[in-house]
């Protein structure tokens, strides 16, 4: 349940870039300004993971998910009711409250209930606001059935399942048990101190060499990619002509490859369990060169990413056949959709027992990186056009092969010393 609501966060964002023209043309405003919807929410999607993630390693992952559900769907409801882009602007601030820390929670989920060897696995327009009144159902209805059967994981309250629920951690999975882990439960679970969330936490993680490396190479990619993003909508309308339904569709191949790549990443990361003889455990041996287990075949994958870039932008300053553009889109998102699983990864395994929070850490830097990307694009494609603006994308990720060089070599080696 926990992979699922994560999805909502990516979600709610790519389902806004196809409706950026239309809502424009709706309320009456200019495209930058628009964009500064998008702005703003990565700005909040940058603060509110630290705060959630907090949160849930301190009070546990339930309550958490509870609070995040009833944000992100009032926050829906609104956007699908407003006719002025201040209101816009507010509610998608609102949104991205909701919605940006469920990846951090599902992340320290993930961490709870999994052992290492088994972590890489897992990690048209019509009335344009009916997108998000589909967010609404869909949510709502996700959101019931977490409400009622998404049991609390984290081990500081329920233990390794051997305590006892209670109160708002309780659900109804606690009745479909075995009777064997029922008889376990010899005590009740003990109520979290109640605490403010320290949003600063995330910042002990960036203070940790290894952890700041590897949430650089998330972020540069991330950048890049909603940089591409959300210039694909409006480069479609405005070079190809496509009306907002077909525009719309031209997100399909960009998602069904980053889908298959997070799944083939997962079953590579499984298959890479061995490296020198040794079987990746569940344990945290500073000895262990876990970095080059996870980040194995990264080099291809930043590569081809770059080239997916500056390809992009020929396409669309040279004004090639769409198909050169899609296809370019195709492989954007195998490759950083790999990047995306492998260091996401491999920060939950450097940072087992504070995963939310290290996730939380993840969000405020490739957010505030995302934001300034998105800033930039229109003002360094007016100025350099197309093409040269997306071969500097692709410059920032090749800066991304030395950090990879430099985590494989040296990670170990830091691992020690921190211990």
Known sequence: MSSPAGAFSTLCSYIYYPALVP????????IILVNLTITSYLVVAAIAPAIMGSMADQSGRRPIYILMFALFIGANVGIALQTSFPALLVLRMLQ?????????????????????????????????????????????????????FFPETQPKIVGDGSLKAQGVYRSLFCVFQSREIRGRQTSAAMKPRISWPNPFACLRILGNKESLIVILLYSITYAVKMALQASLGVQCVEIYHLDYLTAGLIYLPAGVSGAVAAFLTGR???????????????????????????????????IASALGSVGYGLALMTRAHISVMIIMQFMIGLTTSGIFTMSATLLTDLNKHQSATAQGACSLVR???AGAAIAAMQPLADAARLGWCFAVFAFLLVLEVPLV???????????????
């Open 23 to 30: 809502i424009a043309a709706e309320l009456g405003v200019p």
């Open 96 to 148: 991205s409250a909701g919605s940006s820390g469920l990846i951090a929670v599902a992340y320290g989920v993930i961490a709870d209930v999994t052992t290492r060897s088994e972590r890489g696995g897992y990690c048209g327009m019509f009335d344009l606001l009916w997108i998000f009144w589909f967010l609404v159902i869909l949510t709502s209805s996700h959101f019931l059935l977490m409400l009622v």
């Open 268 to 302: 590579w990361n499984q298959s890479t369990q061995r490296f020198r003889g040794q079987e990746i455990m569940d344990g945290d041996s500073a000895e262990f060169p876990i970095e080059a287990i996870r980040l194995k075949g990264a080099y291809v994958l930043i």
């Open 367 to 369: 957010c505030l990186g």
């Open 405 to 419: 060089w430099l985590i494989v070599k040296r990670g170990v080696q830091w691992r020690r010393v921190g211990t």
